[in-house]
């Protein structure tokens, strides 16, 4: 049974039990339809990372027709906007990435069905867009005031080779940010409060040329060489707990003329990820070290013509641990179980809360929907079969609504929590 600090808890009522914040809640509520035409608007507005600028435009133009008049594309290409608070000091961020992994021409419409939206993006992670927009039209209606100024942000490039690079963009042209509130999860029992440290390489393992007969014997082979490596990291032990993992992904070498050769190149990517620094740092030790055990056997093998090996960093994606017990796990915690949801925390995580996570600033990642307990509420993000169901939906708007105010403080009401 998880259970928050009586102080926290304290500050936690004092926030339920104010009109003006049951006035949101219940705002928020009335307010699905207009956040799901809000959701299916910008879906349509197609964002593969790093060509996010049309999506960015149009949710900073809603930002500001809703007040957020400051609202503007900033660092790294992101939309940023303030709601000022009381208080000059550090800020909250709240934020969900406007990037999507599918390339222009993917999204066809938005069908909805049966209380169901589908198109590809729909809820990884347009959703959080459409949420922002819903909160902070529930603080206005409510004439909530944080104490904390608040930071709404549509961030770029989260996904895939994006990297993280919106959000780290975002952290590095500012030093102002306290607090971060990611929303990337698909289920809001999910709250993710760790970052997995996750780096891939390709590793270019460089020969000659050579017929595979006629050659035989005058050169070390870059395949034969790529595979030593790769069995070599096949066999590599990882302990359950904490979760390590690793696989090598691509394999490339020769060509459709070459099968009677010997292949000049063999490039193999590995991607390993860890949720302990010590196990990544040995598990990155062994492969790097099986790659140069692999094209030193292989040379001591034939001795001649030797092979080198270049490695080439291909996205590295920092983490760290918190305590299951800070403040905005506390929080996500005490307005779960207000909401009749059952919460988990979530082990690891490539989420935007990675970045601030590994600078030392607090950061969870809550979820954008609504998953019945006991379903794993797939909702086959990254696949054009991307749906979104809207029941109860509206419960993943309250609960970010209620951990910001946590973390943000209100005005009259309570102090931030810390
Ligand atoms: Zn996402």
Redesign the pocket.
């Known amino acids: 049974m998880y259970e928050a600090k009586p102080e926290r808890r304290e500050l936690f009522n004092k926030l339920l039990a104010d009109e003006k914040v049951q006035k949101a809640l219940k705002f928020i509520e009335d307010d699905q339809e207009r956040t799901k035409e809000e959701l299916k608007k910008l879906v349509v507005i197609e964002a593969p990372s790093w060509e996010e600028e049309n999506r960015a435009k149009a949710f900073a133009q809603m930002m500001i027709e809703q007040g957020l008049t400051d609202a503007h594309i900033g660092a790294g290409g992101d939309v940023i906007s303030v709601r000022k608070g009381t208080t000059d000091g550090p800020k909250v961020l709240i934020e969900?990435?406007m990037d999507t992994v599918f390339p222009f021409g993917t999204v066809k419409g938005v069908e909805e069905k049966d209380g169901i939206l589908y198109a590809p993006g729909i809820g990884?992670?347009t959703r959080?867009l459409a949420m922002l927009l819903c909160i902070n039209r529930a603080l206005s209606a409510a004439g909530i005031t944080t104490v904390k100024d608040v930071l709404f942000v549509g961030t770029t490039r989260?996904?895939g080779l994006g990297g993280l690079g919106g959000i780290y963009d975002l952290h590095e042209s500012r030093k102002d940010i306290g607090a971060q509130i990611s929303l990337?999860n698909h289920n809001m029992a999910a709250i993710t409060y760790e970052g997995t440290i996750g780096e891939t390489y390709e590793f270019k393992i460089i020969g000659k040329a050579g017929h595979s007969y006629g050659a035989f014997g005058t050169m070390a082979n870059t395949v034969h060489a790529g595979a030593r490596a790769v069995a070599k990291i096949a066999d590599y032990q990882v302990p359950d707990d904490p979760k390590t993992t690793f696989c090598a992904s691509n394999f490339h070498a020769g060509t459709a003329s070459g099968v009677h050769a010997f292949a000049p190149e063999a490039s193999v990517i590995v991607n390993f990820r860890s949720n302990s620094d010590e196990e990544f740092a040995k598990m990155k030790t062994f492969i790097f070290n099986a790659f140069e055990e692999a094209v030193r056997e292989e040379n001591e093998r034939w001795n001649k013509e030797p092979l080198t090996l270049e490695v080439k960093p291909i996205s590295i994606t920092p983490g760290g641990k918190q305590d299951p017990h800070c403040a905005l796990v506390e929080a996500s915690q005490m307005a779960l179980e207000e909401l009749g949801v059952k919460g988990f925390l979530s082990q690891g995580g490539s989420?935007?809360a990675n970045i601030a996570i590994s600078r030392g600033i607090p950061a969870v990642c809550l979820g954008r929907g609504f998953v019945p307990e006991g379903q794993s509420g797939n909702i086959r993000?990254h696949s054009v079969d991307e749906f979104f169901p809207l029941y109860n939906a509206h419960k993943a708007v309250q609960h970010a609504l209620l951990v910001l105010l946590m973390a943000a403080g209100v005005d009259g009401l309570i102090d931030p929590i810390e």
Request: avoid cysteine.
């Open positions: 969900g990435h990884d992670d959080a989260e996904e990337d989420t935007n993000n």
